[in-house]
């Protein structure tokens, strides 16, 4: 029932941020499901209700199975605590705490207060794991940063003359589409976004609660006024982060409703991007290249999760950009190394999925 409580919850990805993903499964004294909630922003109400409203008067002596610690303070809405203590819930199986420090831990002992029984850590790695933005963002204050590349079997993700559409095939290209949909937000180059002229968008065709944000770093400013992220800036959130001070691209960019954020080394300066970025409640980005940007990231060690889509070609070529640009490493010993892999084949392609293990 635990994994069907995360199950629930996973219904709602894209359309909880800056919220977590919950789910809720009641079973009966006899062991039968009598209530099932999914938590949506939108909906204003938590899943634990739902489900409880749901059981009705069988959740007199049930067990609730959720898949993320139930709040006991008023936020949006009535603590979920004292739902459970009122319909007479005798225990609740919960992976994990709520790293929120207005619940983190509250929401289980007001429960054991009241002489509901507890049980933590089923289930623990899929929970977190499914909130990972969530509580990545609780913790450091930053978003999650989930580095996505297309490449060549040789690591190169264009030509030596710029072109990359397209290195894969279709079978990546929609399982982009559904990575999109889990982020708050996508950020590129000013090289990519000048040579590739892309959109930026979720084209997951699932509902999302908040818009994608696209975020260009471009200190030169020199994103063209009739390339598809700037003439579409007035429909989906567009942030260019720049050094540049008062300039006539600047004002005509934020005429087309474009953002600019400019900070002493702009999109130079990685903390502070994410941090700002962090104040926003963004709590999730994903960078989608190219190899100058992605690089900063692997430099500063600022990536939490990566996932290369390698297609069955072979580029070559030295001019021909590689995924991952900047410095590197001097020595093998400190090369970045995944841990907790998926490896998938994506029609011809394959997908590596992973974590990195930082060597100092
Ligand atoms: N296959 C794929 O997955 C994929 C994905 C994306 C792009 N691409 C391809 O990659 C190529 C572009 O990649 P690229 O490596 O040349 O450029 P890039 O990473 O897209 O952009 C690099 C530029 O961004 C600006 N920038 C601002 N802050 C930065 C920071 N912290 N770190 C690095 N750069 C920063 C710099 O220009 P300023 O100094 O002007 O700010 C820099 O020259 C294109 O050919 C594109 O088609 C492929």
Partial sequence: M?????ELAAKAIGQVSPSPLVGCVIVSDSGEIVGEGTYYYDKTIHAEVIALDQAGAMADGATAYISLEPHSHHGRTPPCTDALIKAGIKRVVCPIEDPNPLVSGKGFETLRQNGIEVVTGVLKKEAEKLNEKFIHWHKNGRPFVHVKIAMSLDGKIATKKGESKWITGP??????????HEY???LVGGNTAFLDDPSLTDRSERMRHRKLVRIILDNSLRLPLRSQLVQSASKFPTIVFTNQGDSESKRRL?????EIVETKEGGRDLRMVLKELGTRKIQS???????EVAGSFHDAKLIDKVSFFVAP?????????ASIGG????????AMRLRTKDVIHRGEDIEVTGYPVWNE
């Fill in 327 to 334: 410095t590197g490493v001097k020595d093998l010993s400190r």
């Fill in 2 to 6: 635990s994994h069907r409580a995360l």
């Fill in 285 to 291: 980005v994903l960078v989608e290249g190219g190899g």
């Fill in 184 to 186: 708050d937000a996508i």
């Fill in 313 to 321: 070609i072979i580029i070559g070529g030295k001019e021909a950009p």
């Fill in 254 to 258: 934020e005429e087309y409703g474009v």
């Fill in 171 to 180: 079978g990546s290209r929609a399982v982009v589409q559904h990575l999109r």
